[in-house]
């Protein structure tokens, strides 16, 4: 049966507003990775951004024009170049460039344009007290050559697999060759004062945007967990296994609905488009690169609500509008019988 000019005209509306919530999450979540920085979601800053004899602060303020040195103080560090990594090396040796690394400045995929993530190299510490509470008459020095014999053996390939788990192999194995950097103790703060000398790249950890002081701002976070951390305590493959799947049979769902709507309101349909693009939205992201990206902060004094998205404004919006439009809406009273 052919489709009557109005509904093909709903169709494309709701497609078009599936396809606009979907491009605008999308390009959001973008802008803020490479916009907003964290203490372990740090922005790439090479000393050629500054101009011939500037700063680091400088440096920073070829991209981010509005930032001050005052708004940069503690927030820059350098990446500690000079140490080429293999697959095979040991992530705990006893002597050597990493021995003394607190963690590593990683870049994904050895892109050194991209922003850089901060690894803690901290393992050891937790099973160090997980080994002295499980045998307490154990001595801390033997609780930690026990740790040390256990974990000698772990290779940087098996170490940063299990902490990036959304990468492959192959971007493994290239993040280690040309992305991985060792933080010494102390960071490598540099002072945003300091003369940027050519060659070095620098990292921004801290930058956010504000809309209203005190109430609203664009920050950076990753929630690879549901809504208020549902499935926290799951492992990640699994947790992603049933992200997907619920997200593929809900979008099926919806997408059911708008091909065959139980009604001709536009209402209804708008809304339902919101939903379907926001869960797409937030879709892709589960499968590349395995956690969504959330920046929109607002608060009042001490109480914070979780960070969202654009997806999660198209959720929340729709499915509102969907309850008001199909919850409260009364049904017309059939006409009375005509009196004798």
Not at 3 to 30: E, G, M, N, Y
Not at 63 to 71: E, I, L, N
Not at 263 to 277: F, Q, Y
């Amino acid at each position: 049966m052919k489709p009557s000019p109005a509904a093909l005209r709903r169709h494309a509306v709701v497609v078009a507003i599936v396809l606009v919530t979907v491009v605008v999450d999308l390009w959001t979540k973008q802008w803020a990775s490479e916009s907003l920085a964290t203490d372990h979601h740090l922005l790439p800053i090479p000393a050629e951004g500054a101009p011939s004899g500037g700063t680091v602060g400088d440096a920073v303020r070829g991209r981010f024009p509005g930032m001050a040195d005052a708004d940069l103080a503690g927030a820059l560090v350098k990446v500690r170049r000079g140490t080429d990594f293999r697959p095979e090396d040991k992530v705990f040796p006893s002597d050597g460039p990493v021995a003394d690394a607190v963690a590593f400045h990683v870049f994904p995929g050895g892109d050194l344009a991209r922003p850089a993530r901060r690894v803690d190299r901290t393992d050891h510490l937790a099973i160090e007290r997980w080994v002295v509470r499980s045998e307490p008459g154990l001595g801390f020095q033997e609780a930690r050559k026990a740790v040390g014999a256990r974990l000698s053996d772990v290779t940087i390939r098996e170490w940063l697999a299990s902490k990036l788990p959304y990468l492959s192999a192959e971007e493994v194995d290239a993040t280690i060759r040309t992305g991985l950097f060792p933080v010494a103790k102390g960071g490598g703060s540099v002072a945003p004062g300091a003369p940027a000398a050519a060659g070095d790249l620098y990292l921004l950890s801290h930058r956010e945007v504000v809309l209203i002081p005190d109430h609203l701002d664009f920050s950076y976070a990753e929630n690879p967990f549901g809504a208020w951390g549902i499935l926290s305590d799951v492992d990640q493959p699994t947790r992603r296994l049933i992200f997907l799947s619920l997200s593929v049979v809900a979008i099926l769902a919806i997408a059911f609905l708008l091909v065959k709507p139980p009604t001709d309101a536009w209402v209804p349909l708008v809304a339902l488009g919101g939903v379907l693009g926001g869960a797409i939205g937030n879709l892709v992201e589960r499968i590349d690169p395995g956690y969504v990206v959330d920046f929109i902060h607002m608060y009042w004094g001490d109480m914070h609500w979780p960070r969202y998205n654009v997806a999660d404004i198209g959720i929340t919006v729709g499915v509102v509008v969907l309850v008001l439009a199909t919850g409260f809406t009364k049904d017309k009273k059939a006409p009375a019988p005509p009196r004798d």
